[in-house]
Nanobody, 129 residues
């Protein structure tokens, strides 16, 4: 069973940075498996932020965060990161890490939450202007 736990959220002013971490257990690091960061603001649907093929290392980033957010992983530590720079108030949301296999993800697309079958509890990010 895959388990994920996020940390690193908080309240910051616009323009500042935060780094989120996600520790994972029970996952195999091969090219069939993906992990990703997703976010959900109140009253909005959950949306993809950035994803990574954990076996190959290919990265996918949503247009809204390109150039500001960077996804990475430390396989030895079984940890995925999201470095968030130049934060904006519209980045405020609950941030979730998730994991899934290509067998499911391919039906929806790498950026879509629906293909990911394991989720963390989330960590809140609040950006004030």
């Amino acid at each position: 069973q895959v388990r994920l736990m996020e940390s690193g959220g908080g309240s910051v002013q616009a323009g500042r940075s935060l780094t989120l971490s996600c520790v994972v257990s029970g996952i195999t690091y091969n090219g069939n498996n993906f992990m990703g960061w997703f976010r959900q603001a109140p009253g909005k649907e959950r949306e993809g932020v950035a994803q990574i093929n954990i076996g190959i290392g290919t990265i996918y980033s949503d247009d809204s965060v390109k150039g500001r957010f960077t996804i990475s992983q430390d396989i030895a530590r079984k940890t995925m990161y999201l470095q968030m720079n130049s934060l904006k108030p519209e980045d405020s949301a609950m941030y979730y890490c998730a994991a899934g296999s290509w067998n499911d993800i391919r039906n929806y697309g790498v950026h879509k939450p629906a293909g990911y079958t394991s989720w963390g509890q989330g960590t809140q990010v609040t950006v004030s202007s």
